[in-house]
């Protein structure tokens, strides 16, 4: 049995440009050490908070808590005081913390500098957060980061420390989340990555993927199968755009789509950081690849916004998408949308149109000889803005591949929520760009 699959890739060709400053997330604040959790349909950032540009030593009065639903509008939504935990009321040493839900309330993990991790509690996300015990949960060490686990009692694990302190360790969380069901175990991680790593890294991120827990710190990361360890390193998570070992981030999901946020100093020897967000993939061997070729192209403009005056919109910077679509990677770093049903979808939001767009065009690797792809205004059945047939009479081929076009039925101005409805295409076709 011969089977021919089909590779191809999509653009949206149009005349335009208009940008936003979305990279940094939000400019000239210090937003540092950012730790991404997604509650209730809504995304929650904590992150320290670098006092000013001119210091030369860390100064980090508080944390802050910013909210969004679409990821280009944040909202400043809770300020975490020292004042309401076992910290001096004045101190500069509001070093990373991270975010929880259980049990319908909120915590709120925190560094006291290098001294201890401590935990504070709040019934929303707009309460004040309260120290729960008095005392640190853990000491020394810092830096946590929390994993509620997918098993069936979906068991929360910490995670804290540094390289010079005995490496990383890792606890089970008792139900109340505020104190330890076991004895912290270091972990064990072996590679080259880590043995070149400073004493001084701490900067830990952990996240679990399939059947897989991800390690990360700085720029490098390693994998294991087992919470507990002995974790493998890998390498890096991504190159350039300051994704070195001063970077500490986190990495969520958010309908269908995988993203890396990460801090970076603005200058040698000063401690004010700001924060970005970029897209990022797994490989074919379920390796991390943050996008840093969309931050090359359109840094300013960020995550979850389009214009149409780019050359193209890569399928995979996609916003939303329907469940049965899957990003996979295909050669070198370029990535491709597969597993294709009738009517399935792509959300591409805050499209910028200038009104003097007048066709859309496709590109496939290949030629396809059947489906169309429609463009519709603000859902997948909203108004039909567009269609391409995929017929050969439709075809140019350039440079071995085949591009189709169609025309947008009306002028249409502004920011648009699009969406891309594919029908009737071969199951085993590829979307690349």
């Not at 320290?48 to 210091?55: K, L, Q």
Request: aromatic fraction near 16%; glycine fraction near 8%.
């Amino acid at each position: 049995m011969n089977i021919k699959i089909f590779y191809y890739s999509i653009f949206i060709a149009f005349n335009c440009v208009y940008t936003f400053a979305q990279n940094p997330i939000i400019k000239d604040i210090g937003m540092s050490d950012p730790h991404v959790r997604v509650f209730n349909d809504t995304i929650y950032l904590f992150t320290g908070h670098d006092s000013s540009p001119e210091d030369k030593t860390w100064k980090m009065p508080d944390w802050k808590v910013y909210k969004t639903t679409n990821l280009t509008d944040w909202t400043l939504i809770n300020t975490i005081s020292p004042k309401n935990n076992y910290m001096n009321d004045n101190s500069l040493d509001c070093w990373a913390g991270d975010g929880a839900n259980r049990n319908g309330k909120y915590y709120f993990y925190f560094s006291d500098k290098k001294r201890g991790i401590g935990v504070m509690t709040a019934n929303t996300m707009y309460d004040d957060f309260n120290d729960a015990l008095g005392k640190p949960l853990v000491s020394p060490m810092h830096d946590p980061t929390i994993l509620i686990n997918d098993d069936e009692a979906n068991t929360p694990y910490i995670v804290y420390g540094e390289k010079h302190g005995g490496g990383y360790h890792v606890a089970q969380l008792n139900d109340d989340m505020i104190s330890l069901a076991e004895t912290p175990k270091p972990i064990q991680i072996i590679g080259k990555e880590w043995e070149d790593t400073p004493e001084w890294m701490d900067k830990n991120y952990i996240f679990k993927f399939k059947d897989t827990y991800y390690l990360s710190w700085g720029k490098n990361y390693a994998v294991s199968k087992n919470i507990y360890g002995p974790y493998k390193t890998v390498g890096s998570v991504g190159e350039g755009h300051d994704l070195g070992e001063l970077a500490h981030g986190s990495f969520f999901w958010w309908k269908g789509q995988f993203y890396h946020i990460w801090c970076y100093y603005i200058r040698p020897g000063y401690r004010y950081r700001e924060s970005i967000i970029s897209y990022c993939h797994f490989d074919e061997k379920n390796q991390i690849v943050t996008d840093t070729r969309f931050l090359d192209s359109h840094f300013n403009y960020g995550v979850a916004r389009y214009n149409t005056s780019w050359e193209k919109i890569e399928s995979e910077w996609f916003y939303g998408k329907s469940d049965n679509l899957e990003k996979s990677h295909y050669i070198n770093k370029d990535f491709v949308i597969t597993n294709f049903k009738n009517k399935s979808w792509l959300q591409f939001t805050k499209v910028k149109f200038e009104g003097a767009e007048k066709y859309f065009s496709v590109k496939f690797e290949n030629n396809i000889k059947k489906g169309k792809v429609d463009i519709r205004l603000g859902s997948q059945k909203g108004e039909l803005l567009g269609r391409i047939n995929l017929s050969k009479h439709n075809a140019k081929t350039r440079n071995q591949n085949t591009v189709y076009t169609g025309d947008l039925n009306k002028i249409i101005t502004g920011e648009q929520d699009i969406y891309l409805v594919f029908k009737n295409l071969d199951t085993s076709a590829k979307l690349n760009w």
